[in-house]
């Protein structure tokens, strides 16, 4: 499924981290977002777009709401793909690399921005709830750079970007 994204800025924290060239100057000629549907995993994918790189959206069950990032980036001449992947699923992720590789032949950058929250009491967490935030939280992002570190090494270059949004209630 190959899409264009378009551009809406960062929010400022995650300006900080995430230094984007000027439009035009981009030298990420492919990205890809994990987490990418809302919030800011999609303000990163069209600011992304905005700068000029080709930018590969993933999803997991919101296909709709990752093809509306793309036709937001669309409608500002940016360009991009979606990709289906769970990322705590270690098949889906590395099939996803391959799906890239074999598009672009190269992933210049990485903004795994993926993550869930299962905020509760210890005693009324369920296994599943604790479950679901490793395999998200830690599985992925290392299955996430386990299989960027392939893609890279062959490119001999990349740079991968993981964010971290927490909620700390005292």
Do not use: W
């Not at 981290?17 to 990418?36: D, F, K, N, W």
């Not at 935030?133 to 599985?139: A, F, G, Q, S």
């Amino acid at each position: 499924a190959t899409a264009v994204l378009a551009a809406t800025s960062l929010p400022s924290a995650a300006r900080r981290v995430i230094a984007l060239p000027a439009a035009g100057t981009s030298r990420c000629e492919a990205t890809a977002s994990a987490g990418s549907c809302r919030g800011i995993g999609a303000a990163t994918c069209r600011a992304l777009a905005r700068s000029g790189a080709f930018v590969y959206i993933n999803y997991h069950n919101s296909e709709d709401a990752a093809g509306q990032v793309l036709a937001d980036i669309r409608s500002e001449d940016g360009d991009g793909a979606i990709v289906r992947a769970s990322v705590s699923e270690e098949t889906e992720v590395s099939q996803m690399f391959k799906t890239i590789r074999e598009h672009s032949g190269r992933l210049d950058l990485l903004v795994n921005n993926a993550g869930v929250t299962r905020d509760g009491l210890l005693m009324r967490m369920s296994d599943q709830d604790i479950d679901s935030v490793l395999d998200v939280n830690l599985k992925g992002a290392f299955y996430f750079v386990r299989s960027l570190v392939r893609t890279m090494a062959k490119a001999r270059g990349g740079s991968r970007v993981n964010v971290i949004d927490a909620l700390v209630t005292g």
